[in-house]
């Protein structure tokens, strides 16, 4: 292959995405099977031959967010201020009770036994009350590398304000068990609120060993190394280097990175409403973009985390092709999160695996076809009967029968996450379209779009390809922030003007170290604001207006509208704001991406490729539908349900009562033409 100036990969849980762009400009896609990290480089080079990028390696990846959502998380220690032992399990329980039952609060991160308490002090206001002692740091230091502990999360009281005492903690780690990583919380996360700061920072820590594998496995292979670029869950991109120490930031790489390529999609096609679907073999993730805007939060959730610090507000469950069935000790069904993922993989897939998934529902109901991947990857539909027989057998049910059930189950998990983000937050369903994406997004979308009232799917050319897409038109993003202290100080303009002249300089020294290619940097700052007393604050961006005391006026008239948007209630003129935190977007373009228009020869009518019985969600027997291949549908096709349309890395699957056409930009535009 000629030399290549970007290629742009996506690992997911059960396939790996590529785009490779080379010196022209030409753009070519594969999809390979994701296999152990060590063995990528070479997966790579068996289908690109020998690597030699000019430019760029762009990455995201679901590695972090899988050892989240799987719980494959290693051993760390856990260093906290005299009295804090039990923060992670304390959590915000409180507040909380009467909501949630102790089984729904985040299961246990690190073991209490290898939490540890130092008498070292900070007042609320930042004045040290006690010093750290250094003796006792090096005791608990000496018995955390006795017990073969690699990574250790300090988190001490107010060190956001502070930081003196996390690092002299890890200057005495230094000097007494150097080979211990040591992961400070005024570095993770320098905000308000112990708990959130204490479970980002461990999960930091517990996250490093995983991606510095997965990292180390793919650069040494490669012929010339590039920079590598990785995805953040906030949808900007950032050199890996930068990111080494804050794996935490990637948690939604992989789905971040699809939203932003959708978005990207949306706004060249004229969609500017719709909802994501992303179905992949491990997760489904879903968000809602508006007038061609995605969300951001400082307060999300993954994989049952609360995690307090910049993401797409993209809502990720444990449901994808790979997603294994079980029946739970109350006899109820499940249906993930965990996942056979490549290896061993769905039973259907012949490599060991025996436990039921919803990729074996899908052969088993006729829903994909018996190879996918253009044939190179074939399915055993009798290993996926096998497993299927002996899953349903004590509910008295054939294959087919859980097989139906499996999918019901996934299919209403999928919902429920849509209504989540949806109806949840003042969105109504049916006034956005669905843009489905990933491997799997297209098997589903249309059923899910009738469970949602929803009149409208999108299916882009390449629905496997969004992660991939999204980081070649991604832009390279950081967020900064510093807390305010006393978060009663609403308008002290000279103490906001000196935390944001803090922040730009930050920003400026960051910007310098990533060297983006075209170097014209916006910085764009944000308030977290909230009421009086409330305990949840929401990120503003400041209006442009050249002058500070006008910049506060506008964002904080922006956040009544905002509360009064998500609430019903208005509170303006009746209770002070609150400044609580500082923030500060520093982001560059890298490159401009044009979205090539489909060059179709003339065809006749599509023909069916072949017809077989399919299982559909609303339906109880099995129906002959015909397959097509989407390749045969010029912007002449028009196809009606029941239907089944298959390409080289997806399959759309078309019910009854569903048209479905194709765009100048080859996207598949289902419509729904009567009502289920």
Same mark, same amino acid.
């Given at each position: ?12 849980? @059960? ?21 152990? *990290? ?22 995201? @990846?679901t ?32 507040e ?9 609060? *985040? ?17 609320a ?7 750290v ?5 090096e ?5 955390y ?10 988190s ?6 502070d930081?003196g ?44 060993p ?16 590039p920079?590598?670029?990785? %995805? ?43 909802? @994501? ?6 997760? @489904? ?58 290896? *061993? ?32 990857? #074939? ?6 009967l ?5 899953f ?21 998990? %999928? ?10 937050r003042g969105?109504?369903?049916?006034a ?35 992660a ?50 075209n ?10 604001l ?44 009746r ?26 020869? #003339?065809?006749p009518?599509a023909? #069916? ?5 399919v ?10 539908? *015909?397959v ?9 096709a ?7 349309i ?31």
């Amino acid at each position: 292959m000629a030399d290549l100036r970007t290629i742009s990969i996506d690992v997911g849980g @059960t396939f790996t995405d590529v785009l490779c762009v080379d010196a022209h400009g030409v753009i070519k896609s594969f999809k390979l099977p994701s296999v152990q *990290p060590n063995a990528l480089a070479a997966n790579l080079h068996s289908v690109l031959g020998q690597i030699s990028i000019q430019d760029e390696l762009l990455y995201s @990846t679901t590695v972090t967010l899988n050892s989240l959502l799987g719980g494959t998380l290693p051993e760390i220690g856990l260093i906290v201020t005299d009295g804090f032992r039990d923060i992670l399990e304390t959590a915000r329980l409180p507040e909380s009770a009467g909501e949630a039952p102790p089984s729904r609060l *985040p299961r246990r991160l690190v073991n209490l036994e290898w939490v540890r308490e130092i008498h070292a002090r900070l007042a609320a206001t930042g004045e040290e009350r006690t010093h750290v002692d250094r003796a006792e740091v090096e005791t608990i230091a000496l018995e955390y590398a006795a017990a073969d502990i690699n990574v250790v999360a300090v988190s001490l009281l107010h060190s956001y304000l502070d930081p003196g005492h996390e690092q002299a903690v890890a200057a005495i780690f230094s000097e007494v068990a150097p080979k211990i990583k040591v992961v400070l919380s005024s570095a993770v996360l320098p905000e308000l609120r112990e708990y959130e700061r204490t479970l980002a920072t461990a999960l930091n820590s517990a996250l490093i060993p995983t991606l510095t594998e997965h990292l180390d496995s793919l650069a040494p292979d490669l012929s010339t190394r590039p920079r590598i670029w990785l %995805m953040q869950s906030n949808g900007g991109l950032a050199s890996a280097e930068s990111l080494t120490d804050q794996p935490l930031t990637t948690a939604l790489s992989g789905p971040g990175a699809a939203v932003v390529g959708m978005r990207w999609l949306g706004e060249k096609c004229g969609f500017s409403d719709f909802i @994501t679907l992303d179905v992949g073999g491990t997760s @489904t993730d879903v968000a809602v973009v508006t007038e061609g805007h995605y969300a951001l939060t400082t307060a999300g959730n993954v994989a049952g985390f609360p995690l307090k610090t910049p993401m797409l507000d993209v809502l990720s469950i444990g449901a994808g092709g790979g997603s294994i069935a079980y029946e739970a000790p109350d006899t109820r069904w499940h249906v993930g999160p965990q996942s056979a993922g490549a290896v *061993p993989g769905p039973a259907c897939y012949g490599r060991g695996g025996d436990a039921p998934t919803l990729t074996d529902a899908q052969l088993v109901l006729g829903r994909i076809p018996d190879a996918l991947l253009g044939r190179s990857v #074939p399915l055993d539909k009798q290993r996926a009967l096998d497993a299927l027989n002996i899953f349903g057998r004590k509910r008295d049910l054939d294959a087919i029968g859980a097989a139906r059930g499996i999918l019901e189950i996934a299919s209403h998990n %999928m919902c429920g996450a849509i209504r989540r983000v949806s109806v949840a937050r003042g969105h109504d369903p049916s006034a956005h379209a669905l843009l489905a994406m990933g491997g799997a997004g297209p098997l589903h979308a249309a059923e899910l779009a009738d469970l949602l009232s929803m009149t409208s799917v999108v299916v882009p050319p390449q629905p496997g390809l969004a992660a991939a897409w999204g980081l070649l038109v991604a832009e390279v993003t950081r967020d900064f922030v510093m807390p305010l202290g006393n978060v009663d100080s609403a308008l002290d303009l000279s103490q906001i003007e000196t935390v944001l002249t803090n922040l730009s300089e930050r920003a400026k020294r960051w910007c310098e170290t990533e060297r983006c290619v075209n170097g014209a940097w916006k910085m764009i700052p944000k308030l977290d604001l909230r009421y009086v007393g409330m305990t949840h604050e929401t990120t503003i961006e400041c209006p442009e207006t050249g002058e500070l005391k006008q910049t506060m006026i506008g964002t904080i008239d922006r956040f009544h509208n905002r509360f009064e948007q998500l609430s019903g209630r208005s509170w303006r003129d009746r209770e002070a704001v609150e400044i609580v935190n500082v923030r500060l977007t520093a982001s560059c373009r890298r490159q401009s991406v044009e979205l090539p228009k489909q060059i179709m020869d #003339p065809q006749p009518k599509a023909l #069916p490729q072949t017809i077989r019985d399919v299982g559909f969600l609303n339906t109880t027997a099995l129906m002959r539908t *015909p397959v097509y291949g989407r390749e045969q549908l010029d912007q002449s096709a028009r196809l009606s349900g029941p239907a089944i349309i298959e390409q080289y890395e997806s399959t759309t699957v078309l019910p009854t009562g569903w048209e479905a056409s194709v765009d100048e930009f080859g996207n598949l535009l289902l419509e729904r033409i009567i009502d289920p």
